[in-house]
């Protein structure tokens, strides 16, 4: 799930295309939120996360992290691997 500024087909911000490109470069299926529809998400989730800025990335309930971090992991093989579950425990 992306909790981000507009939808995936269109975004309201480059960062939050940014992430969306990343994603749909892995072909897999996700979730969207936009929170300049609901202000209330967009206070609170920043609160619940700890995490000041948009998009957020959650994968299976879990903060990921914000683009920096997102970017990050896709360099590193990281996102692919837990996007993919290709990752060997």
Same mark, same amino acid.
Do not use: H
């Given at each position: 799930? #992306? ?6 087909? %269109? ?8 992430? /969306? *490109? ?18 209330? #998400? ?6 619940? %996360? ?8 959650? /994968? *299976? ?29």
């Amino acid at each position: 799930m #992306v909790f981000m500024k507009g939808i995936p087909s %269109s975004p309201k911000c480059g960062f939050s295309r940014q992430i /969306v *490109e990343m994603l749909d470069s892995f072909n897999v299926s996700y979730d969207a939120f936009n929170i300049l529809e609901d202000d209330e #998400v967009r206070q609170g989730l920043k609160e619940y %996360s700890d995490w000041p800025t948009y998009p957020q990335l959650y /994968v *299976e309930g879990d903060l990921v992290g914000g683009l920096d971090i997102v970017k990050e992991m896709a360099e590193s093989g990281d996102l692919e691997d837990m996007l993919t579950g290709s990752a060997q425990d």
